[in-house]
């Protein structure tokens, strides 16, 4: 079909001018002026030109050498003549396409091809052109390529024997884009041959070369499938604008290809301008991340009319506790080419005396992730009638791979977790062919008083039921026991008011189908309500009904319904790896129509924060419990060098329209049930020190080329071992033998039971755990050299799996113990995984997320060394890699940054501060506060140069008044010149009884 009638376009903006170099006036166009750009035409006549100015028909003339014998012409979906970039543009959907003539490329061998393109939606292959002979040969331009490294592509085939795809290709990528072309934005795409050289250009800027190209169109032959927005493999169509379509019979240099894309840079700067946003900059505590490009292609940069508040990359200096909050002007340039405009932000800087609103990734007791394990797609469920919390997912590997056998986690409080392998009809993964497991959704059905659970394997959903929520599981098709219930993935069930039960599925364009149940409990699919119109058919169950959901927008996989005061929210997940996003549109029937509602289908609800180092949130689940909505979603563990996913929750609010207000993904977490009292005995070995026999060192080279962190050296530490945060591990590296952490509990404890919580829970281990009294060593050191270790539990022989992992003495009598000692001897059962064995798991496993030591402790903490990562929170401050310890310092300390721990016992009195510190700089002060940052600290520590960031001195002073009792906040605030960068660094701290003398 095609529309004429259009006056409102998301191509249009408004009207302005835009000041060039030497104040040359450039005129932005309003919906259908022209651009005035008349010194920056290119001069050469193109074969093909496709301008889309036509205001109603069915045909693209072509204005280029070729005539009107290669005009275009609607083959199909959705077209629309709208307001362009230049004067008109068509806008695809619902798989709108122009097919073009047959053989328009049979004479041509060296080309440049270049087109404007303007997405509705991110999704992976979406296709400009193609011209082709089915998928024997052809040549098609997509915007990006379906796995993360690579982004706009252009591929040709080298060959007209048939086989393996891949084989016969010649392909050039833009394999440096991070992240995909950006959607709602303009962007040129233009690649030119000349001889065997291809480039391609993104933005108007020269983003590949390949050398080597044996191919060119004429060897195509004659082609018959021509294509303007349409595949010929079965892969997606474009969603969005098109503008300028033009091919050239001959190579454009390139300077002609940025003449090309800069014809509408004045356009394209203002919406970027316009577009600009730096969030809620009315309460800021933390350092601002500030964008360097636009969503086409723009360049940003900053300056600060306050710099001793916020600097010009958005580094924050905060004001004095108790001096009050401070306003500063960030004013962002956007520039494209010789186009310019400006953009001022005012934010309100709050003195270091507010807190802020979230704890960092390495703190210490984080909320989150809330399940100790790598369990993605979370599919969370509270059951009222057994007062418990339960969590499926996938069940996550090292390398990004997915592991069986499935886990089910459940908790009464919603914090401490404990897990079941699910046990699987044999005949699920028998037909199926693999042991590839995902996405699970569970629900309860108080007709049938059954619960169902269901799981996609390999695209593949089958469904189970059970009496009790740990099973066991039989399989639950009426259709056809123990077969597929239908071919599709990342299913959820939905039990909506009048106990009516469906499935939602699928990716792109979700299918809702309905549900009905014999009396045995087993599962049909409805075909009786007409509003299902829809049909598929598979040879297990035949024909089934499903009603399809067309009018969503930036859509993906992981859809989610969720009920709330009439109102029905189909939820999804969008993007991918570290761009995972969440989006959603309501209804007032589950069928639709759904709606975009505050621009919920435009921007994401949950994405990632790069300033707090959260990336890849998404699907999700929504849970109800005590009047309040949680999201429970999976995110990237970080840092980000390998795909393992790991599932959080955070609270959702509402507006009074029925929109989700924005999530905020957090690492502190919710207390989700608050009501439920919990067995929480305190860790004895929580932020004690610790010692290893090694720690993997991630150095950003084998991961960079694929994964997402980058430019940082860490080091997966022992502290990381003791800090109840079950986002970060211990790792004692690839090819470690017997590994072992040792824990200095600080002073003789009675010790009568120890947690272990691998990093592969699925898996079996082989371990000891072992003990040493405090007259039988002083200091870790002597610990680790010591012959004198007794066991406290010994599991070499046979293993044990599911961790967590509960040790206890034999006879249940607690031990005399300071030191603990865990030592990994094998792990014996490794999980598989689709293709056999998890071999990445096996060579990179024997670590773990968490050691706690329960027991009795009446010691206080004089005396006791606090590694200074040990904290609760921090601001400003970075963890620095201390190689030659396998351990951590903090560093890249400036005025007014502090670091926070809480719940420090100074017993009948503290009268000293000690540190080891080292500093390069003039160095500054260590000030003591407790309770809160404002009146005056307890102490001052001065620190001068000492030499160097590695002369490591030991320091001393005395508190200005005795500090007793335990106190729930300490703060080390450190001063300097405002400004000052790298104060010092710290490495530990300690407070003894008496005073300097």
């Excluded at 958005?314 to 186009?339: E, F, H, I, M, Q």
């Excluded at 993935?489 to 189908?513: A, E, L």
Aim: negative net charge; contains cysteine; charged residues 25%.
């Amino acid at each position: 079909m095609f529309i004429n009638s259009l006056r409102k376009s998301p191509f249009s903006c408004s009207p302005g001018l835009i000041l060039l170099g030497a104040f040359t006036l450039l005129s932005v166009p309003v919906y259908g002026q022209q651009i005035q750009q008349v010194e920056r035409q290119v001069q050469q006549v193109p074969f093909l030109q496709f301008n889309f100015d036509e205001q109603g028909g069915e045909t693209a003339r072509n204005s280029g050498s070729g005539g009107s014998k290669y005009d275009a012409r609607i083959n199909g979906g959705t077209v629309e003549w709208v307001p362009g970039l230049q004067q008109g543009a068509a806008r695809l959907s619902n798989k709108g396409h122009f097919k073009l003539p047959d053989g328009v490329l049979a004479h041509v061998k060296d080309f440049t091809l270049s087109v404007w393109v303007y997405l509705n939606e991110q999704s992976d292959n979406q296709t400009v052109c193609t011209f082709a002979c089915g998928t024997d040969r052809y040549l098609i331009l997509t915007t990006q390529r379906g796995n993360e490294e690579n982004g706009v592509s252009l591929v040709m085939t080298k060959t007209q024997e048939s086989g393996n795809h891949t084989d016969k290709e010649e392909r050039i990528a833009y394999t440096r884009q991070k992240g995909k072309l950006s959607a709602n934005a303009w962007h040129h795409l233009a690649f030119t041959l000349k001889g065997s050289v291809g480039t391609l250009y993104v933005d108007g800027v020269k983003a590949e070369i390949k050398t080597d190209f044996t191919v060119n169109p004429s060897l195509l032959g004659n082609t018959t499938d021509n294509y303007i927005g349409r595949p010929t493999w079965p892969d997606p169509y474009l969603n969005g604008g098109i503008d300028d379509f033009r091919l050239y019979d001959y190579a454009l240099t390139d300077r002609q290809v940025y003449e090309l894309a800069s014809v509408a840079d004045g356009r394209l700067v203002q919406e970027d301008r316009d577009g600009l946003s730096l969030g809620d900059l009315s309460a800021v505590t933390t350092d601002l991340v500030l964008p360097s490009s636009g969503k086409s292609g723009t360049t940003i940069s900053w300056s600060s009319a306050q710099g001793q508040y916020i600097s010009d990359s958005g580094k924050l200096y905060r004001p004095d506790a108790g001096t009050g909050n401070k306003k500063a002007t960030l004013t962002a340039t956007v520039r494209k080419g010789d186009v310019a405009l400006t953009k001022d932000f005012v934010l309100t800087v709050k003195d270091i005396g507010t807190e802020p609103e979230d704890v960092n990734v390495f703190s210490m007791q984080t909320g989150n992730p809330t399940v100790p394990a790598y369990l993605a797609d979370a599919s969370f469920y509270y059951d009222d009638r057994t007062k418990t919390f339960y969590a499926f997912g996938t069940n996550d590997g090292a390398g990004g791979e997915n592991v069986y056998p499935a886990q089910m986690w459940y908790s009464k409080d919603c914090k401490e977790w404990k897990n079941k392998v699910i046990a699987f009809p044999k005949s699920w993964t028998d037909y199926a062919g693999t042991l590839c497991v995902w996405a699970p959704s569970i629900e309860y059905n108080p007709d049938t008083k059954k619960y169902y659970l269901m799981y996609s394997i390999a695209s593949n959903t089958f469904v189970g039921m059970a009496d009790d929520l740990l099973g066991p599981w039989e399989d639950a098709n009426g259709a056809a026991p123990g077969k597929m219930l239908f071919k599709g993935y990342d299913g959820q069930f939905f039990m909506d008011d009048d106990r009516t039960m469906y499935i939602v599925t699928d990716s792109w364009h979700f299918k809702i189908m309905k549900l009905k149940f014999d009396e045995a409990g087993k599962i049909y699919i409805d075909n009786s309500d007409p509003v299902f119109a829809k049909s598929d058919s598979n040879p297990f169950i035949g024909t089934y009904h499903y009603t399809q959901i067309e009018e969503i927008k930036n859509a993906f996989e992981a859809s989610f319904i969720f009920k709330r005061n009439n109102l029905y929210y189909l939820m999804w997940s969008f993007n991918g790896s570290e761009n995972y996003n969440v989006r959603y549109a309501v209804a007032d029937k589950i069928t639709g129509p759904y709606r975009e509602i505050n621009r919920s289908m435009t921007v994401p609800i949950l994405q990632r924060d790069d300033a707090n180092r959260i990336l890849g949130p998404g699907h999700h689940s929504m849970f109800c419990y005590g009047g309040r909505t949680f999201i429970a979603y999976h995110r990237q563990h970080y840092p980000f060098v390998d795909s393992k996913r790991q599932t959080c929750i955070d609270e959702v609010f509402f507006n009074e329209d029925g929109s989700i207000r924005p999530i905020t993904p957090t690492h502190k977490g919710v207390t989700v049930a608050p009501d439920v009292p919990g067995d929480h005995r305190t860790n004895l070995a929580l932020g004690k020190q610790t010692l290893t026999s090694s720690a993997r060192v991630y150095d950003d080279s084998e991961f960079a080329p694929r994964y997402r962190t980058h430019g940082i050296s860490f080091c997966y530490a022992g502290n990381f071992a003791v800090d109840e945060n079950y986002g970060t591990h211990w790792d004692p590296g690839v090819g470690a033998h017997k590994p072992w952490l040792i824990v200095d509990l600080g002073s003789e404890c009675k010790v009568d039971e120890i947690e272990t919580i691998f990093e592969f829970t699925s898996r079996t281990y082989k371990y000891k755990l072992e003990y040493l009294s405090q007259k039988e060593a002083d200091s870790l050191d002597a610990a680790s050299g010591s012959h004198l270790w007794k066991v406290f539990a010994d599991r070499s022989t046979d293993g044990v799996g599911q961790s967590p992992v509960t040790d206890t003495k034999p006879g249940n009598s607690p031990v005399k113990a300071r030191f603990i000692r865990l030592t990994i001897l094998e792990g014996v059962d490794i999980p598989l995984r689709a293709d056999g064995l998890d071999k990445k798991n096996a060579e990179n496993a024997l670590s773990i997320f968490e050691l706690k030591v329960f027991g009795e402790d009446r010691s206080d903490d004089l005396n006791r060394i606090f590694e200074a990562e040990s904290f609760h929170n921090l601001y400003g401050i970075a963890l620095e890699k201390n190689a030659a310890e396998n351990g951590f310092i903090m560093g890249q300390i400036d005025n007014n940054d502090y670091l926070l721990y809480r719940n420090v016992d100074l017993g009948k009195g503290a009268g000293t501060f000690t540190a080891k510190v080292a500093s390069g700089t003039e160095g500054g002060k260590i000030e003591v506060y407790l309770g809160s940052l404002k009146g005056k600290p307890i102490g001052v520590l001065e620190v001068g140069n000492t030499g160097g960031d590695q002369s490591w001195e030991i320091k001393s002073t005395s508190l200005e008044r005795i500090a007793r009792g335990r106190q729930e906040k300490l703060y080390l605030l450190f001063k300097g010149k405002t400004g000052t960068e790298n104060l010092l660094k710290l490495d530990w701290f300690q407070f003894t009884k008496d005073r300097m003398k």
